[in-house]
């Protein structure tokens, strides 16, 4: 069994990107600059937001974090959005999810220009992937392909069972497996709440996607010998035995599946690191669309 | 085995939506105006656009034509579309497929303005589909919903099989069959030309939508006992028998095929009315998209 290591491929790809910010710099070109809407107190989203600036600062991007108060409006908020679009220095944005509820997240991703969308949330950015078009790719879904392809997975032709149909996560992981591309024409299933018999249909699957957020959901009995399992479920557990007082679990139970795969992610360390790589990587790719 | 009457469920669509352009027109509003450019003397072309003008005549749709040689160049094409997008009174408009080859139809259908995409061929239409937000969809695999929800078809966790992963047919089939929707919640499974063993995921499939392009390719021993089998594809062969001179095929050897449905798609009659459907439900839509 193979770790896929998202923490070392991450580093590696941002190594990567450090090394031609650099280039930029040399050649007088402008430095790449993402900046990060926070709302609000969210323990998590902080977590988030705070590893993207840190990762701006190891890739030599320039960041902006502008931090909001949860009791501010939504006209307030877009004109937030509105005042990034059109600032010329910021090559890319995102608005950290989730927003308080007073606010429409729809609404929100709507604002954002596409040009600047590193998130890859905005309907023209989806829609522009699932056509084959430049555009940028989700996050998370895109992160996941790196990975494979950084470990020569061979995707041609297998079956891959994605489990989840989310905006972010499963429905355009789904599109990115099926498209014609080195990582890509898999034959897709997608599967979810209404699917039946849901162990018989991921016991076909040569490459496993599991993105339903709950946590250890997937079991041994689950999964193909030999399968490849991606694992971008990330829970909080209490663990009294942990100094820290949790651990953090995903959406397969690691330690009966890990066995019979050829590869797998872990949690931490495998999805997470990828998610934040796959930002960098749009963040440059974002000065090259304004 | 229920034949799946695309031709008599489209002339009921047209019949109500021409009560509701009636009612629109006695309340003084608006009559919606549908326009189509077409590009050089293509007959298959020329065909479907003669269709889709006299289902606006039917609807009390007014229509305009817009008819350009195939001389014409990207720029002067790029300009006609503009003119359509600013020009107030037309509601939707299409420019039919395919376009000369020295025109980049990406570059076409990205210049439709997204509030008049009635094809729903843009971008931000695609993106906006696979979001669940509002906006134009896919006019055939609209049709193709359409037709299973005036049936009846029970479509919640079952399986269904896409073969073709076209941008215009199977791609956002395969979305609009997953989605959280009356007509959707199915475990879908994408099929293309990498697919390996077709036969044998084709024979799992409740619900098979056929959309790869190739006369009567599939037969009997692909297709589940009581399965319900929609046949996109359309082809002209030649028969001598026939006072035309030629007879229309779809991607299913409809005979051999017919009997094990529980229901199936005729060609013609089937799909091809559904998209026209479609188009006129699209453009009533639009009245209010602006």
């Not at 770790?3 to 491929?9: F, R, V």
């Not at 402008?30 to 701006?56: F, M, Q």
């Not at 790719?137 to 069972?161: F, H, Q, W």
């Not at 035995?241 to 872990?266: A, M, Y």
Request: charged share 25%; proline share 5%; with cysteine.
């Amino acid at each position: 069994m193979i770790l896929l290591d998202g923490k070392k491929t991450s580093s590696d790809i941002k190594d990567e990107i450090a090394i031609k910010v650099a280039e930029l710099k040399q050649q007088g070109e402008k430095t790449p600059h993402l900046a990060a809407i926070i709302v609000g107190n969210d323990g998590a989203s902080r977590t988030y937001v705070n590893a993207k600036v840190k990762s701006c600062e190891k890739v030599g991007f320039n960041s902006t974090l502008v931090e909001l108060p949860d009791t501010i409006s939504e006209a307030d908020l877009l004109a937030k959005v509105e005042e990034l679009n059109n600032n010329d220095d910021i090559d890319g944005f995102i608005v950290q999810l989730p927003l308080p509820k007073h606010i429409d997240e729809h609404k929100v991703t709507l604002a954002v220009s596409p040009a600047k969308d590193v998130d890859g949330f905005h309907p023209e950015s989806v829609g522009r992937m699932m056509l084959g078009l430049p555009g940028f790719l989700a996050a998370t879904p895109a992160g996941i392909v790196e990975l494979l392809d950084r470990y020569d997975i061979e995707t041609s032709g297998k079956e891959c069972v994605v489990i989840g149909r989310s905006h972010i996560v499963g429905s355009p992981m789904s599109v990115l497996m099926w498209r014609n591309s080195k990582i890509g024409n898999c034959t897709v299933t997608i599967t979810h709440s209404r699917t039946k018999n849901l162990a018989e249909i991921t016991k076909r699957a040569d490459i496993l996607i599991v993105a339903l957020g709950k946590p250890e959901f997937v079991s041994a009995d689950m999964v193909k010998e030999g399968a490849v399992v991606v694992d971008v479920g990330i829970h909080r557990v209490e663990d009294a035995s942990k100094k820290s007082g949790f651990r953090l679990l995903g959406d397969v139970k690691f330690d009966e599946v890990s066995p019979k795969c050829s590869h797998i992610t872990p949690v931490p360390g495998g999805v997470g690191p990828m998610t934040i790589a796959s930002l960098m990587m749009n963040t440059l790719q974002a000065i090259d669309m304004k």
